[in-house]
């Protein structure tokens, strides 16, 4: 093996004789250039554009047929696509952010009432517990329509 390792070495070493390659050089350098034909060059002219056809016609049918994908897609997100995902449609997502607004508005309304009616018992105990602390206001407690007032009072 390490013998044709040494030998594929020594090839590459070999050059031409300097005589061989002069002479090689000069018959290259004084042959007669021959023209190519005019049908050679038609055929060739024909070849290219052909060609060039050839591939504008690929690059065309090519578009065509992204334009025919692209349409499609189109035409199944718009038409197809709310029959099989019903969530996709745009016009039930927001009737339903609005039944979530409403239902959301409906929450603050009563959280507003409880509050506002918290504020209100919490007044009514404090004029209670101050009427029944002074001792002046403590026969107006006993009366029932000051009792029923403030009840009144409370319920609005």
Known sequence: MQNIVEK????????????YSQSSLSFILNSPQTSTPKLFK???????TFNSLKLSSSLAVAGVLVLVVFISALYLN????????????T?????EADQIDQSININLNEINYHKL??????KTLEKISQAST?????????NEKQ??????ELIK
């Open 78 to 89: 718009t038409v197809v696509s709310p029959l099989i995902l019903p969530g996709l449609n």
């Open 117 to 122: 009616s918290q504020e209100i018992t919490q």
């Open 134 to 142: 002074s001792p002046e206001n403590s026969d107006i407690l006993s």
């Open 147 to 152: 009792i029923d007032t403030l009840l009144d």
């Open 91 to 95: 016009s039930n997502i927001s009737a």
């Open 42 to 48: 038609i055929s060739l002219l024909w070849q290219k």
């Open 8 to 19: 594929l070495k020594n090839l590459k070493e070999i050059q031409p004789d300097k005589e």
